[in-house]
Antibody
């Protein structure tokens, strides 16, 4: 059974940093494209970042230069390092894996809440 | 960046429903595939993949859900709406390295 479990969220002041983790199980982690998607309270889904199995990375304009996605295939874990956080980064952050080569996210974690506030 | 626009929806139980999604650029990838997906998010739950590459139903998705379209205009159809279909539906493009979602369509029952 595929499982994705996010951790690392919390309350942080503007300008601060957090590192999110996503522990994956139930599939061969290194073979799959992985994503971070966020959802602000009461709002829609917003794509944040994607990383390929070989480590190629892609970012939304709103986070490029501040967030870094990475993966440790030996630990089956996906990361999101978030620096210089802004109030507008407040959201539930979820990791999701792509379905084979469909470029569509098929399994999602429950998410971890990041609150940026002074 | 590709911007995805969806239409609102209010339907009657047992009746068909249709959700539209339009992109401001073609979603045809350089490999010839069109990477447009549909996801459903029920209240309090993570999103669920329904349809990928325009019209391919994901495993376990009821056959009352179908997808169609091409280029920049896409549609998700529900042949007969059931109470469990209540939620927000998102189209998502992954044709470009910068992915994007539509703003979401909330399916409400009249």
């Amino acid at each position: 059974e595929v499982q994705l479990l996010e951790s690392g969220g919390g309350l942080v002041q503007p300008g601060g940093s957090l590192r999110l983790s996503c522990a994956a199980s139930g599939f061969t982690f290194s073979n799959y494209v992985m994503n971070w998607v966020r959802q602000a309270p009461g709002k829609g889904l917003e794509w944040v970042s994607t990383i390929g199995g070989a480590g190629n990375t892609y970012y939304a304009d709103s986070v490029r230069g501040r967030f870094t996605i990475s993966r440790d295939n030996s630990r089956n874990t996906l990361y999101l390092q978030m620096n210089n956080l802004r109030v507008e980064d407040t959201a539930v952050y979820s990791c999701a894996k792509d379905f084979e080569t469909s470029l569509a996210p098929d399994y999602w974690g429950q998410g971890t809440l990041v609150t940026v506030s002074s | 960046d590709i911007v995805m626009t969806q239409t609102p929806l209010s339907v009657t139980l047992g009746q068909p429903a249709s959700i539209s999604c339009r992109s401001n650029q073609s979603l045809v990838h350089s490999d010839g595939n069109t990477y447009l997906s549909w996801l459903q998010q029920r209240p309090g739950q993570p999103p669920r993949l329904l349809i990928y590459k325009i019209s391919n139903r994901f495993s376990g998705v009821p056959d009352r859900f179908s997808g169609s379209g091409a280029g920049t205009d896409f549609t998700l159809k529900i042949s007969r709406v059931e109470a469990e279909d209540v939620g927000v539906y998102y189209c998502m493009q992954t044709a470009r390295t910068s992915r994007s979602f539509g703003q979401g369509t909330k399916l409400e029952i009249k």
